[in-house]
Protein backbone atom coordinates (compact mmCIF):
# COMPACT_ATOMS: atom_id res chain seq x y z
CA UNK A 1 0.00 0.00 0.00
CA UNK A 2 1.39 3.74 -0.72
CA UNK A 3 1.17 5.72 2.38
CA UNK A 4 0.26 9.46 1.73
CA UNK A 5 2.79 12.28 3.80
CA UNK A 6 2.60 15.68 2.83
CA UNK A 7 5.24 18.09 4.59
CA UNK A 8 4.99 22.10 4.90
CA UNK A 9 7.85 24.47 6.13
CA UNK A 10 6.63 27.12 8.48
CA UNK A 11 7.21 30.41 8.41
CA UNK A 12 8.90 31.68 11.77
CA UNK A 13 5.85 34.00 11.91
CA UNK A 14 3.63 31.14 12.71
CA UNK A 15 5.95 28.83 14.68
CA UNK A 16 4.82 29.95 18.55
CA UNK A 17 1.09 29.58 16.96
CA UNK A 18 1.88 25.67 15.41
CA UNK A 19 3.41 24.96 18.80
CA UNK A 20 0.71 26.45 21.02
CA UNK A 21 -1.58 23.67 18.89
CA UNK A 22 0.45 20.83 19.80
CA UNK A 23 0.94 21.83 23.73
CA UNK A 24 -3.25 22.85 23.53
CA UNK A 25 -3.69 19.13 23.28
CA UNK A 26 -1.19 17.74 25.69
CA UNK A 27 0.91 16.41 22.80
CA UNK A 28 3.77 14.36 24.17
CA UNK A 29 7.47 14.97 22.39
CA UNK A 30 9.32 12.16 21.50
CA UNK A 31 12.88 12.18 20.96
CA UNK A 32 13.87 10.14 17.83
CA UNK A 33 17.83 9.07 16.28
CA UNK A 34 17.62 7.71 12.62
CA UNK A 35 20.95 6.93 10.95
CA UNK A 36 20.41 6.94 7.49
CA UNK A 37 22.84 3.89 5.51
CA UNK A 38 23.87 4.06 1.51
CA UNK A 39 26.46 2.08 -0.75
CA UNK A 40 29.58 4.83 -0.96
CA UNK A 41 28.40 5.39 -4.52
CA UNK A 42 25.06 6.47 -3.25
CA UNK A 43 22.55 4.24 -5.15
CA UNK A 44 19.76 4.15 -3.08
CA UNK A 45 19.51 7.82 -3.06
CA UNK A 46 19.50 7.45 -6.64
CA UNK A 47 16.62 5.22 -6.77
CA UNK A 48 14.57 7.20 -4.15
CA UNK A 49 15.06 4.55 -1.53
CA UNK A 50 15.97 5.35 2.10
CA UNK A 51 17.51 2.60 4.35
CA UNK A 52 17.30 3.48 8.16
CA UNK A 53 17.94 2.59 11.84
CA UNK A 54 15.80 4.53 14.22
CA UNK A 55 15.89 5.19 18.14
CA UNK A 56 12.42 5.94 19.72
CA UNK A 57 12.31 5.37 23.30
CA UNK A 58 15.16 2.75 23.76
CA UNK A 59 13.95 0.84 20.73
CA UNK A 60 15.10 0.36 17.58
CA UNK A 61 13.98 -0.41 14.15
CA UNK A 62 15.37 -0.90 10.88
CA UNK A 63 13.01 1.00 8.64
CA UNK A 64 12.89 0.78 4.48
CA UNK A 65 10.97 3.55 2.54
CA UNK A 66 10.78 3.37 -1.05
CA UNK A 67 9.38 6.82 -1.90
CA UNK A 68 7.05 7.34 -5.13
CA UNK A 69 7.70 10.35 -6.61
CA UNK A 70 5.11 10.14 -9.41
CA UNK A 71 2.19 9.92 -6.57
CA UNK A 72 4.22 11.91 -3.68
CA UNK A 73 3.81 9.27 -1.10
CA UNK A 74 6.16 5.85 -0.42
CA UNK A 75 6.12 1.95 0.22
CA UNK A 76 7.21 1.31 3.79
CA UNK A 77 8.28 -1.68 5.65
CA UNK A 78 9.76 -1.69 9.65
CA UNK A 79 11.05 -4.47 11.24
CA UNK A 80 11.99 -4.35 14.99
CA UNK A 81 15.19 -4.74 16.52
CA UNK A 82 14.15 -4.49 19.89
CA UNK A 83 16.82 -3.03 22.35
CA UNK A 84 20.05 -3.41 21.85
CA UNK A 85 23.44 -1.13 22.26
CA UNK A 86 24.87 -2.76 18.49
CA UNK A 87 22.47 -2.10 16.22
CA UNK A 88 23.45 -2.81 12.68
CA UNK A 89 21.59 -3.20 9.01
CA UNK A 90 20.30 -6.22 8.15
CA UNK A 91 18.82 -6.42 4.39
CA UNK A 92 17.77 -9.80 4.24
CA UNK A 93 14.96 -8.58 6.56
CA UNK A 94 12.94 -6.91 3.70
CA UNK A 95 13.08 -9.97 1.61
CA UNK A 96 9.59 -11.15 0.34
CA UNK A 97 8.25 -7.62 0.64
CA UNK A 98 7.47 -5.10 -1.92
CA UNK A 99 9.68 -2.85 -0.52
CA UNK A 100 12.31 -5.20 -0.33
CA UNK A 101 12.00 -6.40 -4.03
CA UNK A 102 12.74 -3.09 -5.18
CA UNK A 103 15.83 -2.29 -2.35
CA UNK A 104 17.35 -5.96 -3.80
CA UNK A 105 17.20 -4.58 -7.45
CA UNK A 106 18.66 -1.62 -6.95
CA UNK A 107 21.74 -3.04 -4.72
CA UNK A 108 22.40 -6.20 -7.07
CA UNK A 109 25.53 -7.82 -5.54
CA UNK A 110 26.40 -4.79 -3.22
CA UNK A 111 24.31 -5.71 -0.26
CA UNK A 112 26.52 -5.69 2.22
CA UNK A 113 28.56 -2.94 1.08
CA UNK A 114 25.92 -0.34 2.80
CA UNK A 115 27.57 2.10 5.75
CA UNK A 116 26.35 5.27 8.08
CA UNK A 117 26.00 8.57 5.89
CA UNK A 118 24.23 10.74 8.13
CA UNK A 119 21.64 11.28 10.93
CA UNK A 120 18.76 12.90 12.21
CA UNK A 121 18.18 14.12 15.50
CA UNK A 122 14.46 14.79 16.07
CA UNK A 123 12.27 15.80 18.67
CA UNK A 124 9.05 14.83 17.08
CA UNK A 125 5.32 16.28 18.79
CA UNK A 126 2.45 14.15 17.48
CA UNK A 127 -0.84 15.06 17.21
CA UNK A 128 -3.87 12.45 16.35
CA UNK A 129 -6.80 14.03 15.37
CA UNK A 130 -10.67 12.35 14.16
CA UNK A 131 -11.87 13.64 11.73
CA UNK A 132 -15.67 12.06 10.05
CA UNK A 133 -14.31 8.99 10.48
CA UNK A 134 -10.71 9.48 8.83
CA UNK A 135 -7.46 9.22 10.97
CA UNK A 136 -4.75 11.81 10.24
CA UNK A 137 -1.32 11.87 12.33
CA UNK A 138 -0.05 15.56 12.24
CA UNK A 139 4.01 15.43 13.50
CA UNK A 140 5.77 18.75 14.49
CA UNK A 141 9.63 17.94 13.83
CA UNK A 142 12.09 20.13 15.20
CA UNK A 143 16.00 19.42 15.82
CA UNK A 144 19.15 18.80 13.03
CA UNK A 145 20.50 16.63 10.28
CA UNK A 146 24.22 15.56 11.26
CA UNK A 147 27.22 14.48 9.45
CA UNK A 148 30.76 14.14 11.14
CA UNK A 149 31.31 17.72 9.66
CA UNK A 150 28.04 20.19 9.68
CA UNK A 151 24.70 19.93 10.51
CA UNK A 152 21.40 21.34 8.89
CA UNK A 153 18.59 22.93 11.49
CA UNK A 154 15.24 21.02 10.99
CA UNK A 155 11.87 22.35 11.50
CA UNK A 156 8.49 21.38 9.79
CA UNK A 157 5.25 19.85 10.02
CA UNK A 158 3.46 16.22 8.73
CA UNK A 159 0.40 15.31 7.53
CA UNK A 160 -0.38 11.71 7.44
CA UNK A 161 -3.60 9.73 6.80
CA UNK A 162 -3.83 7.10 8.54
CA UNK A 163 -7.13 5.40 8.30
CA UNK A 164 -10.48 7.08 6.39
CA UNK A 165 -10.76 9.33 3.27
CA UNK A 166 -8.01 11.13 1.82
CA UNK A 167 -10.29 13.70 0.69
CA UNK A 168 -10.41 14.18 4.34
CA UNK A 169 -7.16 14.56 4.99
CA UNK A 170 -6.61 17.55 2.14
CA UNK A 171 -9.30 19.03 3.22
CA UNK A 172 -7.87 19.63 6.75
CA UNK A 173 -4.35 20.11 5.38
CA UNK A 174 -5.39 23.25 2.87
CA UNK A 175 -7.47 24.70 6.60
CA UNK A 176 -3.64 24.72 8.33
CA UNK A 177 -2.10 25.84 4.96
CA UNK A 178 -4.41 29.16 5.18
CA UNK A 179 -4.18 29.36 8.72
CA UNK A 180 -0.54 29.48 9.01
CA UNK A 181 0.93 29.82 5.43
CA UNK A 182 2.41 26.71 5.41
CA UNK A 183 4.27 25.51 1.97
CA UNK A 184 4.79 22.30 0.37
CA UNK A 185 8.19 20.80 0.71
CA UNK A 186 8.92 17.36 -0.90
CA UNK A 187 12.03 17.12 -0.15
CA UNK A 188 12.99 14.58 2.24
CA UNK A 189 15.19 14.23 5.28
CA UNK A 190 17.50 12.27 3.46
CA UNK A 191 17.88 14.14 -0.02
CA UNK A 192 19.04 17.01 2.68
CA UNK A 193 21.34 14.62 4.29
CA UNK A 194 22.44 13.22 1.18
CA UNK A 195 23.38 17.58 0.15
CA UNK A 196 25.11 18.06 3.75
CA UNK A 197 27.00 15.23 3.43
CA UNK A 198 28.21 15.94 0.27
CA UNK A 199 28.81 19.63 0.68
CA UNK A 200 26.22 20.88 -2.13
CA UNK A 201 25.39 24.65 -1.74
CA UNK A 202 21.96 23.17 -3.22
CA UNK A 203 20.37 20.08 -4.27
CA UNK A 204 20.06 19.72 -8.15
CA UNK A 205 17.19 21.43 -10.23
CA UNK A 206 14.95 18.15 -11.38
CA UNK A 207 14.45 17.86 -14.90
CA UNK A 208 11.51 16.78 -16.79
CA UNK A 209 10.37 13.05 -16.50
CA UNK A 210 7.78 11.86 -19.01
CA UNK A 211 4.59 9.99 -18.35
CA UNK A 212 4.87 5.76 -19.37
CA UNK A 213 1.17 5.86 -21.07
CA UNK A 214 -0.34 2.44 -22.85
CA UNK A 215 -3.36 2.71 -25.01
CA UNK A 216 -5.76 0.68 -23.26
CA UNK A 217 -5.28 3.14 -20.01
CA UNK A 218 -8.39 5.45 -19.81
CA UNK A 219 -8.16 9.10 -20.68
CA UNK A 220 -9.12 10.83 -17.28
CA UNK A 221 -6.09 8.63 -15.98
CA UNK A 222 -3.41 9.46 -18.64
CA UNK A 223 -4.34 13.24 -17.31
CA UNK A 224 -3.41 12.30 -13.94
CA UNK A 225 -0.17 10.44 -14.80
CA UNK A 226 0.79 14.07 -17.14
CA UNK A 227 0.42 16.55 -14.40
CA UNK A 228 2.25 13.57 -11.75
CA UNK A 229 5.25 13.77 -13.73
CA UNK A 230 4.85 18.01 -13.97
CA UNK A 231 4.52 18.30 -10.44
CA UNK A 232 7.43 15.67 -9.94
CA UNK A 233 9.34 18.76 -11.80
CA UNK A 234 8.14 21.62 -10.20
CA UNK A 235 7.70 21.00 -6.38
CA UNK A 236 11.25 20.01 -5.71
CA UNK A 237 12.70 23.09 -7.74
CA UNK A 238 10.13 25.49 -6.01
CA UNK A 239 11.00 24.35 -2.99
CA UNK A 240 15.08 24.69 -3.59
CA UNK A 241 13.88 28.34 -4.47
CA UNK A 242 12.82 28.96 -1.32
CA UNK A 243 15.84 28.85 0.19
CA UNK A 244 18.93 30.93 0.70
CA UNK A 245 21.14 28.59 -2.48
CA UNK A 246 19.05 28.28 -4.57
CA UNK A 247 20.47 29.00 -8.26
CA UNK A 248 19.21 29.98 -11.83
CA UNK A 249 18.71 26.72 -13.02
CA UNK A 250 16.09 25.68 -10.39
CA UNK A 251 13.96 28.75 -11.75
CA UNK A 252 14.39 28.02 -15.41
CA UNK A 253 13.18 23.85 -14.46
CA UNK A 254 9.96 25.61 -12.58
CA UNK A 255 9.16 27.53 -14.93
CA UNK A 256 9.40 24.79 -17.52
CA UNK A 257 7.97 22.28 -15.26
CA UNK A 258 4.96 25.09 -14.88
CA UNK A 259 4.81 25.53 -18.88
CA UNK A 260 4.08 21.95 -19.39
CA UNK A 261 1.66 21.67 -16.74
CA UNK A 262 -0.51 24.54 -18.48
CA UNK A 263 0.10 22.52 -21.67
CA UNK A 264 -0.83 19.37 -20.58
CA UNK A 265 -4.17 21.35 -19.03
CA UNK A 266 -5.04 23.35 -22.22
CA UNK A 267 -4.74 20.46 -24.36
CA UNK A 268 -5.63 17.26 -22.46
CA UNK A 269 -7.64 18.83 -19.55
CA UNK A 270 -10.93 18.56 -21.23
CA UNK A 271 -10.25 14.73 -20.65
CA UNK A 272 -11.25 14.76 -17.37
CA UNK A 273 -14.38 16.78 -15.31
CA UNK A 274 -12.62 17.09 -12.54
CA UNK A 275 -9.86 19.54 -13.53
CA UNK A 276 -10.57 23.21 -12.19
CA UNK A 277 -10.54 26.77 -14.75
CA UNK A 278 -9.03 28.65 -11.78
CA UNK A 279 -5.76 26.26 -12.03
CA UNK A 280 -4.91 28.37 -15.47
CA UNK A 281 -4.81 31.35 -13.47
CA UNK A 282 -2.71 31.18 -10.57
CA UNK A 283 -0.50 28.66 -12.52
CA UNK A 284 -0.13 32.00 -15.24
CA UNK A 285 0.73 34.64 -12.38
CA UNK A 286 3.22 32.02 -10.76
CA UNK A 287 4.74 31.37 -14.18
CA UNK A 288 4.79 35.19 -15.18
CA UNK A 289 6.47 36.41 -11.98
CA UNK A 290 9.30 33.27 -12.79
CA UNK A 291 9.51 34.64 -16.08
CA UNK A 292 10.61 38.29 -14.83
CA UNK A 293 13.90 36.25 -12.99
CA UNK A 294 14.57 33.76 -15.47
CA UNK A 295 14.59 36.39 -18.27
CA UNK A 296 16.93 38.57 -17.18
CA UNK A 297 19.14 35.33 -15.88
CA UNK A 298 18.89 34.46 -20.00
CA UNK A 299 19.91 37.67 -21.19
CA UNK A 300 22.68 37.66 -18.69
CA UNK A 301 24.12 34.39 -20.03
CA UNK A 302 23.73 34.53 -23.51
CA UNK A 303 22.76 37.77 -25.24
CA UNK A 304 24.50 40.49 -23.31
CA UNK A 305 28.20 38.79 -23.49
CA UNK A 306 27.62 39.24 -27.36
CA UNK A 307 26.60 42.51 -26.95
CA UNK A 308 29.96 43.37 -25.38
CA UNK A 309 32.02 41.78 -28.06
CA UNK A 310 30.15 43.50 -30.60
CA UNK A 311 31.68 46.77 -28.53
CA UNK A 312 28.69 48.05 -27.17
CA UNK A 313 29.42 51.34 -24.68
CA UNK A 314 26.45 50.02 -22.16
CA UNK A 315 25.50 46.84 -21.57
CA UNK A 316 23.03 46.87 -17.99
CA UNK A 317 19.98 45.78 -17.57
CA UNK A 318 17.76 48.37 -15.54
CA UNK A 319 16.91 47.71 -12.20
CA UNK A 320 13.78 46.12 -11.01
CA UNK A 321 12.12 48.75 -9.10
CA UNK A 322 9.88 46.18 -7.61
CA UNK A 323 12.20 42.85 -7.87
CA UNK A 324 10.19 39.89 -7.12
CA UNK A 325 11.20 38.58 -3.27
CA UNK A 326 11.26 34.60 -3.01
CA UNK A 327 8.91 34.78 -0.41
CA UNK A 328 6.38 35.48 -3.02
CA UNK A 329 6.29 31.59 -4.60
CA UNK A 330 5.55 30.87 -0.72
CA UNK A 331 1.85 32.50 -1.27
CA UNK A 332 -0.92 29.84 0.58
CA UNK A 333 -2.43 30.35 -3.06
CA UNK A 334 0.03 28.38 -4.63
CA UNK A 335 0.40 26.17 -1.75
CA UNK A 336 -3.53 25.58 -2.36
CA UNK A 337 -2.95 24.91 -5.68
CA UNK A 338 -0.28 22.11 -5.42
CA UNK A 339 -2.63 20.51 -2.75
CA UNK A 340 -5.63 20.63 -5.83
CA UNK A 341 -3.62 18.87 -7.97
CA UNK A 342 -2.02 16.18 -5.86
CA UNK A 343 -5.55 15.44 -4.76
CA UNK A 344 -6.42 15.29 -8.14
CA UNK A 345 -4.20 12.63 -9.24
CA UNK A 346 -4.62 10.82 -5.45
CA UNK A 347 -7.68 10.40 -5.65
CA UNK A 348 -9.64 8.36 -9.19
CA UNK A 349 -12.90 10.06 -9.82
CA UNK A 350 -16.02 7.74 -11.06
CA UNK A 351 -15.64 9.42 -14.34
CA UNK A 352 -13.18 6.93 -14.91
CA UNK A 353 -15.17 4.05 -15.02
CA UNK A 354 -17.59 5.62 -16.91
CA UNK A 355 -15.20 6.25 -19.92
CA UNK A 356 -16.53 5.10 -23.61
CA UNK A 357 -15.12 1.47 -24.12
CA UNK A 358 -14.42 2.54 -27.77
CA UNK A 359 -12.26 5.52 -26.83
CA UNK A 360 -8.68 5.21 -28.20
CA UNK A 361 -5.95 6.75 -25.98
CA UNK A 362 -3.56 6.73 -29.06
CA UNK A 363 -6.42 7.70 -31.23
CA UNK A 364 -7.43 10.46 -29.11
CA UNK A 365 -4.16 12.02 -28.48
CA UNK A 366 -3.82 12.28 -32.04
CA UNK A 367 -6.02 14.23 -32.88
CA UNK A 368 -5.10 16.89 -30.42
CA UNK A 369 -1.09 16.37 -31.90
CA UNK A 370 -2.96 16.69 -35.74
CA UNK A 371 -4.84 19.51 -34.72
CA UNK A 372 -1.48 21.93 -33.19
CA UNK A 373 0.34 20.59 -36.17
CA UNK A 374 -1.47 22.15 -38.81
CA UNK A 375 -2.39 24.86 -36.55
CA UNK A 376 1.60 25.78 -36.44
CA UNK A 377 2.15 24.97 -40.54
CA UNK A 378 -0.78 27.69 -41.18
CA UNK A 379 1.13 29.90 -39.10
CA UNK A 380 4.52 29.63 -40.99
CA UNK A 381 2.81 30.38 -44.32
CA UNK A 382 2.55 33.84 -42.85
CA UNK A 383 4.60 34.34 -40.68
CA UNK A 384 6.91 37.39 -42.25
CA UNK A 385 3.24 39.50 -42.24
CA UNK A 386 2.89 38.68 -38.14
CA UNK A 387 3.29 41.51 -35.74
CA UNK A 388 5.53 40.55 -32.63
CA UNK A 389 2.57 39.31 -30.29
CA UNK A 390 1.32 36.67 -33.25
CA UNK A 391 5.70 36.09 -33.34
CA UNK A 392 5.21 35.30 -29.44
CA UNK A 393 2.23 33.62 -29.48
CA UNK A 394 3.71 31.33 -32.48
CA UNK A 395 6.34 30.12 -30.11
CA UNK A 396 4.19 29.30 -27.18
CA UNK A 397 2.77 27.17 -29.75
CA UNK A 398 5.30 25.98 -30.88
CA UNK A 399 6.57 24.92 -27.33
CA UNK A 400 2.77 23.65 -26.36
CA UNK A 401 3.22 21.16 -29.27
CA UNK A 402 6.35 19.82 -28.18
CA UNK A 403 5.55 19.40 -24.62
CA UNK A 404 2.35 17.29 -25.67
CA UNK A 405 4.05 15.57 -28.35
CA UNK A 406 6.57 14.63 -25.17
CA UNK A 407 3.74 13.49 -22.94
CA UNK A 408 2.16 11.38 -25.33
CA UNK A 409 5.44 9.86 -26.62
CA UNK A 410 5.46 5.78 -25.13
CA UNK A 411 2.31 5.42 -27.02
CA UNK A 412 4.79 5.82 -30.43
CA UNK A 413 7.51 4.35 -31.91
CA UNK A 414 10.45 6.07 -30.33
CA UNK A 415 12.37 7.09 -33.69
CA UNK A 416 9.80 8.07 -35.29
CA UNK A 417 8.48 10.52 -32.56
CA UNK A 418 12.75 11.75 -31.83
CA UNK A 419 12.58 12.26 -35.71
CA UNK A 420 9.67 14.75 -35.23
CA UNK A 421 10.94 16.44 -32.17
CA UNK A 422 14.51 17.09 -33.72
CA UNK A 423 12.33 18.64 -36.83
CA UNK A 424 11.17 21.26 -34.47
CA UNK A 425 13.97 21.54 -31.91
CA UNK A 426 15.83 24.47 -34.61
CA UNK A 427 12.96 26.31 -34.86
CA UNK A 428 12.50 26.55 -31.19
CA UNK A 429 16.02 27.60 -30.87
CA UNK A 430 15.45 30.42 -33.11
CA UNK A 431 12.07 31.35 -31.87
CA UNK A 432 13.75 31.29 -28.58
CA UNK A 433 16.45 34.12 -29.78
CA UNK A 434 13.77 36.34 -31.30
CA UNK A 435 12.20 36.43 -28.04
CA UNK A 436 14.99 37.47 -26.01
CA UNK A 437 15.82 40.11 -28.61
CA UNK A 438 12.62 41.62 -27.88
CA UNK A 439 12.79 41.56 -24.35
CA UNK A 440 16.27 43.32 -24.11
CA UNK A 441 14.83 45.76 -26.78
CA UNK A 442 11.86 46.80 -23.86
CA UNK A 443 14.78 47.18 -21.29
CA UNK A 444 16.77 48.87 -22.98
CA UNK A 445 14.56 51.23 -24.37
CA UNK A 446 13.74 52.30 -20.93
CA UNK A 447 17.17 53.43 -20.07
CA UNK A 448 18.48 55.49 -23.24
CA UNK A 449 16.86 58.82 -22.02
CA UNK A 450 19.55 58.36 -18.95
CA UNK A 451 22.11 56.16 -20.92
CA UNK A 452 22.57 57.50 -24.46
CA UNK A 453 24.74 55.00 -25.28
CA UNK A 454 22.35 52.24 -24.57
CA UNK A 455 21.10 53.31 -28.46
CA UNK A 456 24.22 51.64 -29.59
CA UNK A 457 22.98 48.06 -27.91
CA UNK A 458 18.99 49.05 -29.52
CA UNK A 459 20.43 49.62 -32.94
CA UNK A 460 22.39 46.52 -32.84
CA UNK A 461 19.60 44.22 -31.53
CA UNK A 462 17.35 45.69 -34.21
CA UNK A 463 19.78 44.24 -37.24
CA UNK A 464 20.00 40.99 -35.13
CA UNK A 465 16.21 41.03 -34.87
CA UNK A 466 15.77 41.48 -38.48
CA UNK A 467 18.46 38.23 -39.56
CA UNK A 468 16.82 35.76 -36.70
CA UNK A 469 13.39 36.81 -38.11
CA UNK A 470 14.26 35.75 -41.36
CA UNK A 471 16.22 33.21 -40.42
CA UNK A 472 13.19 31.94 -38.36
CA UNK A 473 10.71 32.22 -41.43
CA UNK A 474 13.30 29.85 -42.87
CA UNK A 475 13.22 27.57 -40.39
CA UNK A 476 9.36 27.55 -40.11
CA UNK A 477 8.88 26.68 -43.65
CA UNK A 478 11.08 23.48 -43.35
CA UNK A 479 8.48 22.15 -40.67
CA UNK A 480 5.94 21.18 -43.85
CA UNK A 481 8.62 18.68 -44.77
CA UNK A 482 8.85 16.86 -40.89
CA UNK A 483 8.08 13.37 -40.80
CA UNK A 484 5.10 12.73 -38.31
CA UNK A 485 4.77 9.99 -36.26
CA UNK A 486 0.87 9.40 -36.27
Partial sequence: MVEIELKFQVPMIHRVDVSQVFHNKNAQPIHVKTQYYDTAECKLSAAKLQLQLVLQANHWIQTLICEDAKHLGYLEHQVSLGETDAPHVDVTLHQGTPAGAILFEVLGDETQALTLQFETDIVRTLHNIEDQDSQIEVALDVGEIRTEKDHLPIYELKFELKTGSVNRLFSLVTDWV??????????????????????????????????????????????????????????????????????????????????????????????????????????????????????????????????????????????????????????????????????????????????????????????????????????????????????????????????????????????????????????????????????????????????????FALGWLAAHREQLRLESASALQQLQYAKVFW
Avoid at 195 to 201: D, E, V
Avoid at 212 to 236: D, F, T, Y
Avoid at 262 to 283: I, M, N, P, Y
Avoid at 401 to 428: G, H, M, T
Fill in 178 to 455: QRYELWLDIRSKAALGGQLRQGLKALPAIQACNPVLVNKLPVEIALREMIASCLQQILPNIAEMMTESNEAEHVHQARVGIRRLRSALRVFGHWSKQTDQTWEVTLKTLFNQLGTIRDRDALEEKLLPRLRAAGAPYVKLPIQPHQEEKHTFKDPSYTTLWLAMIQFIQVPSDSQHEQNIDDDLTELSSAEIKHMHRQLLKDAENCLNLNDMMWHRMRKRLKRLRYCVEFISSLYDKKQVRQYLNALSPVQDILGQYNDVLIAEALFKQQVEQHPQAW
